[in-house]
């Protein structure tokens, strides 16, 4: 147990489907992280929000939509995605910059796109 | 280009057999370098962070090494077990801006009985 909580773990939808990611985190942290990680590639960031401002977009499709309501919460929307934006999603959390603070991982929503 | 590369690609090694992983990297400046242990469907979980300063740091029978002049890291696994089995990931931190955290393509660490 991280501290950092990803529904659903599995999730799978057709090209026209809107669905949501959600990511909770109880550890008190000011930083959440979206990461795209793709079978035998790195991990990629996709989007950092600080203090609940968007602070990073990592040239990500507009079908993919991050919502951050809170310190605690982060939500990714998804749209009329492609079979290749199937993978493992994982939310991140951590108490200030990465130059010092902790990366803490949640167990990741397994997509797939049919 | 800021990079990081690990090898080897994948492992399989003996119950109870030491097994050693490298890590280098490009990225600069930098400002730490982390070893994370992701077993399969599951998140990363961090096992060391090292700083520029820091040339070794051990976690049970995990221990870290870093040599900043070559840009090299080495990750040693002691009298390994079956839960061993996952993915090593190292992940190198620049001194700037989010973009700056690269993650190496892993190592895939199989042990068996």
């Known amino acids: 147990e991280t501290g950092v909580t990803q529904t659903p773990r599995h999730l799978v939808m057709g090209m026209t489907n809107k669905k949501s990611l959600k990511c909770e985190q109880h550890?008190?942290?000011?930083?959440m992280y979206w990461y795209k990680q793709s079978a035998k590639k790195p991990l990629e960031l996709m989007f950092v929000?600080?203090?609940?401002?968007?602070?990073e977009n990592n040239s990500v499709p507009s079908r993919f939509s991050p919502e951050c309501p809170n310190s605690s919460h982060l939500f990714l929307h998804l749209h009329t995605l492609q079979p290749e934006d199937s993978a493992l999603y994982l939310c991140?959390?951590?108490?200030?910059?990465?130059?010092?603070?902790?990366?803490?991982f949640g167990e990741g929503s397994r997509l797939t796109v049919l | 280009k800021n990079q990081v590369e690990q090898s080897p690609q994948s492992l399989i090694i003996l119950e109870g057999k030491n097994c050693t992983l490298q890590?280098?990297?490009?990225?600069?400046?930098?400002?730490?370098l982390r070893w994370y242990k992701q077993d399969t469907g599951r998140g990363p979980v961090s096992l060391t962070i090292?700083?520029?300063?820091?040339n070794t740091k051990s976690n049970g029978r995990y221990t870290a090494t870093l040599d900043a002049d070559t840009k090299q890291s080495s990750l040693h696994i002691t009298a390994s077990q079956l839960s061993d089995s996952a993915s090593y990931i190292c992940?190198?931190?620049?001194?700037?801006?989010?973009?700056?955290?690269?993650f190496g393509p892993g190592t895939s660490l199989s042990v068996i009985p």
């Open positions: 929000y600080s203090l609940e401002e968007r602070v």
């Open positions: 550890l008190g942290h000011n930083a």
């Open positions: 090292m700083t520029f300063s820091e």
């Open positions: 991140a959390s951590s108490h200030g910059d990465l130059r010092t603070g902790e990366l803490f």
């Open positions: 890590c280098n990297y490009t990225v600069s400046p930098f400002s730490n």
């Open positions: 992940v190198v931190m620049g001194k700037t801006s989010y973009d700056k955290v690269i």
